[in-house]
């Protein structure tokens, strides 16, 4: 049996088990669990699910909340605000695992990990979502000294759609400011495989295909292991597409695009910056974050960029759950190295 093979069975587990209870929510499904590993880790982890951060009239129950990984007992430990992807229109802050598996293992590390929800597109479009982050990051440091956490130890981190979002947040400063704080109290962003600028116009790509700019299976598999050359879909040209990617949630006008790209905000004095790019990325993902980086030591901002050897889109995340995870690593160094200064 091939390594996606479990998971499929699993899939197909859950879709029987959706149609047997409609009411279910398939991201709360946990088909990518923490290993034991995570839970033998150096502190208890303590999960508080479902806390509303706004609650305004027009408040969504579900999409207005968050889940917290706390370290059990722990006092004035640093956290981490960590924002989910999905292309700014699928998934949630579990989707069936894949970041509460990663907010367990920050947990296990003495990390307080935050983990909201926020609106998504079509139903509504930018700047909606960093709204929500922004109302998500002012609840975490109004209330995070509640459960033992530091509320000047809080860091933004994001993966997909999700590292966009926390870019802008550091970046662009009117979302804080709207919730009276500025982005000095971010003190530090961990960005994993993000969208740092929205291009103009639709996307010429191809399905299938080795060109630059093609769209593979093997880029997204949410698979925990390696992506390595010569997966299926490289061994033919790929059929020509033109795609409006970011339509949806942001979109035709490409002013409004221009003002939504993070690389577009960058100025002097902003928090260091630790990037990640996977080796087997979605197309222009690479070369933004090399753009972004640039960008940001270009204005004497604290960045490094990382790229991880083996790793496609989703399994660049979906791997940062042990220590020895070359992702999980350096995301531990981060957060201990400048929760220090």
Avoid at 125 to 151: C, L, M, N
Wanted: proline fraction near 8%.
């Amino acid at each position: 049996m091939t390594p996606a093979d479990p998971i499929l069975l699993r899939s197909i587990t859950v879709a029987i088990v959706l149609l047997a209870i409609p009411s279910c929510r398939v991201t709360d499904l946990a088909l990518w669990n923490a290993p034991q590993a995570v839970k033998d880790g150096p502190f208890k982890v303590e999960h508080i699910r479902a806390v509303s951060y706004c609650n305004t009239p027009d408040a969504f129950a579900h999409r207005h909340q968050l889940d917290l990984f706390l370290p059990k007992g722990q006092k004035s430990y640093p956290v981490v605000v960590l924002i989910h992807g999905g292309a700014w229109i699928l998934g949630d802050n579990r989707s069936c695992g894949l970041y509460s598996a990663v907010g367990e293992f920050l947990a296990s590390q003495g990390v307080g990990t935050v983990l909201p929800n926020y609106r998504l597109s079509p139903g509504v479009k930018h700047p909606e979502h960093i709204k929500d982050v922004a109302k998500a990051f002012a609840w975490t440091r109004q209330h995070i000294a509640d459960y033992g956490g530091s509320p000047d130890k809080i860091f933004v981190a994001g993966h997909s759609a999700g590292a966009h979002l926390a870019a802008l947040l550091a970046t662009d400063d009117r979302y804080l400011k709207s919730e009276g704080l500025t982005t000095e109290s971010i003190k530090g962003v961990i960005a994993v495989s993000g969208v740092y600028r929205i291009p103009p116009g639709k996307m010429k790509t191809t399905f299938g295909g080795a060109g630059a700019n093609a769209f593979r299976f093997d880029e997204i598999l949410p698979l925990r292991g390696v992506s390595g050359p010569g997966t299926p879909g490289t061994a033919f040209a790929g059929f020509p597409l033109r795609l409006n990617v970011f339509g949806p949630a942001f979109g035709d006008d490409p002013t409004v695009r221009a003002d939504a790209s993070p690389v577009n905000h960058v100025h002097p004095g902003l928090p260091p910056f630790l990037i990640f790019s996977a080796e087997r990325d979605l197309p222009l993902l690479p070369a933004m974050a090399e753009e972004f980086c640039k960008a940001l030591i270009a204005n004497g901002c604290d960045a490094r960029l990382i790229t991880v050897k083996n790793r496609n889109h989703s399994a660049v995340m979906c791997h940062a759950i042990e220590p020895d995870d070359p992702v999980a690593r350096a995301m531990l160094d981060f957060i201990r190295k400048h929760a220090a200064e």
